[in-house]
């Protein structure tokens, strides 16, 4: 073979290469969520642990005075998402959505339970976290706890949640994503930030 012949062929096997190892570099830690067909053959909007595995339980401070578990909503599907109550942006935008969905569910939205574990527990309180989410949903429900507890859930799902500035008016830059969780307690997907609520009811459907 000639040398431009096996240049011809490293070239591009480079490329694969480094575009697995970009892959590997922004998918969190655990199974790798990946575009999968769910049941009845359709495929999920959101992209699918392959295997799906036991959600990984906590055990937090709720914003209704009730202790967080996910033990405690088996039988529902769980949306967790990460966030707090200063966002400027993101965290109303996944909010609002989040409701536009259990709205477009009708009676089914029973079934579905919304957690939402603050990453900023030096400004959020039960009191805050309670009073923000009602204005989006009455039955979301926020998780609370000490700076160490909540990052050893953040470490399990493999969230990161960095403070930006200083003073009372700082931002927290954080994993937007959303862990869809089954009946059974089974981490089924995640669903990237920017989706509509109709992609969240077609893949709560599924997972019913």
């Known amino acids: 073979m000639t040398e431009p012949s096996r240049l011809g062929l490293l070239v591009p096997a480079a490329i694969l290469l480094l ?4 892959v590997l570099a ?16 359709q495929a999920m ?3 699918v642990f392959t295997p ?15 202790p967080v578990t996910l033990e405690r909503y088996r039988g529902k599907i769980v949306l967790l998402t990460f966030g707090f109550t200063h966002c400027a942006a993101v965290c109303p935008t996944t909010l609002a959505t989040l409701a536009q969905a259990r709205s477009k569910l009708g009676a089914a939205a029973h079934s579905v339970q919304v957690i939402y574990v603050t ?7 039960a009191d805050t ?4 989410l ?9 998780a609370l706890g000490t700076p160490d507890a909540l990052a050893s859930v953040r470490k399990r799902y493999g969230v990161t949640a960095v403070r930006q500035g200083t003073g009372p008016d700082y931002a927290m830059a954080h994993t937007s994503s959303i862990f869809l969780i ?8 995640v669903m990237p930030f920017g989706h509509d609520a109709a992609d969240f009811v077609h893949d709560i459907e599924l997972l019913s």
């Open 19 to 22: 575009l697995g190892v970009a």
């Open 119 to 125: 990453v900023d527990p030096d400004r959020d309180t």
């Open 134 to 142: 009602a204005a989006f949903d009455p039955s979301f429900i926020g």
């Open 45 to 47: 909007k959101a992209g």
């Open 26 to 41: 922004i998918v969190p830690r655990g199974a790798a969520p990946l575009p999968a067909p769910s049941a009845g053959g």
């Open 52 to 66: 799906a595995h036991e959600a990984p339980d906590f055990s937090l401070s709720g914003s209704n005075g009730s």
């Open 182 to 189: 089954d009946r059974v307690g089974m981490l089924r997907a």
């Open 129 to 132: 976290m309670r009073r923000y």
